[in-house]
């Protein structure tokens, strides 16, 4: 579905048109697919699957800039429970230096403003022309010099996005892209989050959901889990899969949960069904008490400490192996 939302006047005196594209739209999918075709195949997935309404309740929109029925510039968000990430800015090299991404941007922003949204996560490079565009809107840093940034309408809004509440068990989908994404941007007392996903500390799961949902889809053998809250907040995950230093019966399993509900770290536990073979859980020396007894009650034993095994800050971290086998 295509809704005007104003004309705009380009530096060089066009007049662009400003749009919004809200997923599935079979009349605007093939322009928007071969104006953002140099994102390449692994970005290009979900932006045809979006628009093809192959995705549902995960809400993505393409606001657009037009010169007559030519698409001049874009740009993307993906919404769930107020929750969104924005990506694909784009403006074609022929009207760069016209303020077509200013233009689209206070577009963008009122409209996600007026419909109630609550948090924007996006990632640039820091102290880039972008960058500043981006920080003239209102967005942040997330961590200092960083090009990971939010916008946040509520200055409340993760503390009550995370507030504590009831918990349930389920499969990921779509939809829980941005609001995984939030799960990994605020701070924890661990570092080591996901030794299949690279996570220390504070990150940006934009990227890395693409591959993680793809490779649920495709391969079987891969198991995941998460933890959402009755606010619609995902705070936390499990995941399973070979561990492809070793042989095929051996997996790494890797288990987070945001530090206001790690009294639930035995309920994601119980959640997935483990294999027969070896299964390996790294945990830093910082992780609450509530995981390392959940993977004691859950017949996991404390088979190795990794001294001094990874640097952050000033410090050096050690790391505990927990394994169970099944034989």
Known sequence: MYKKLSDAKLKMGENMEIGMVLAPDAEYADRILDFLTHKGEYWLRHVGKALNGEISELETRFYIGKLGDRVIGNIMTVEYNRTGILGHVFTHPEHRRKHVCSLIMAQQMEDFKKRGGGILLLGTGYNS???WIYHSFGFKSVLENSGFMRFSTEPDFEARHFSPGKVKVV???WKHWPVMNILVSVPGAEILRSVFFNLYGIGNFEGSFLGFIRSLEENKQKKA????SESGAVVGWITLEQDRRWTNR????????????VSNYRKLLNALELPEGKIQCYVDAGSPREKIE?????????EAVLKNQFAWGDKWVDVFIYSKFNG
């Open 294 to 302: 959940a993977l004691q009650l859950a017949g996991f034993e404390r």
């Open 171 to 173: 499969d990921v989908e």
């Open 129 to 131: 022309p972008p960058y």
């Open 225 to 228: 889990k998460l933890l959402e």
């Open 250 to 261: 051996t997996y790494l399993m890797d288990i987070f949960l945001h530090t206001s509900f």
